[in-house]
């Protein structure tokens, strides 16, 4: 199982940007899927997740209202919408699944519940 996350680059504050994280190996529709983001000198933080049996989905407060996570089965691949950016966001954004499948009915933002990740994309925001 492989995941790429993709789409990071440079955007002025104000901008947006969308993630992408797509899966070899698995059907990523049946797997609950995690956003998260490091910024240097800083410790790991969930963004964004949605759990695998009913998509509840959850946002870290520093994005609700900014930040929508969603999924197309078509293309095997889970979205980070990113807007109204701001230079806190600035990171190294990484996607991860549960392949444990523990997450079906909710999700969450602790990494240990994760089992497999992606590479990092990085996201800067700068004017």
């Known amino acids: 199982v492989q995941l790429q996350a993709s789409g990071g680059g440079l955007v002025q504050p104000g901008g947006s940007l969308r993630l992408s994280c797509a899966a070899s190996?698995?059907?990523?529709?049946?797997?609950?899927i995690g956003w998260f983001r490091q910024a240097p000198g800083k410790e790991r933080e969930g963004v964004s997740c949605i759990s695998s049996e009913d998509d509840t989905i959850e946002h870290a407060d520093s994005v609700k209202g900014r930040f929508t996570i969603s999924r197309d089965n078509a293309k095997n691949t889970v979205y980070l919408q990113m807007n109204n950016l701001k230079p806190e966001d600035t990171a190294v954004y990484y996607c991860?699944?549960?392949?444990?499948?523990?997450?079906?009915?909710?999700?969450?933002?602790?990494?240990?519940?994760?089992?497999?990740w992606g590479q990092g994309t990085q996201v800067t925001v700068s004017s």
């Open positions: 190996g698995i059907t990523m529709d049946y797997y609950a």
């Open positions: 991860a699944t549960d392949l444990e499948g523990r997450q079906r009915f909710s999700c969450s933002h602790y990494g240990r519940n994760y089992d497999t």
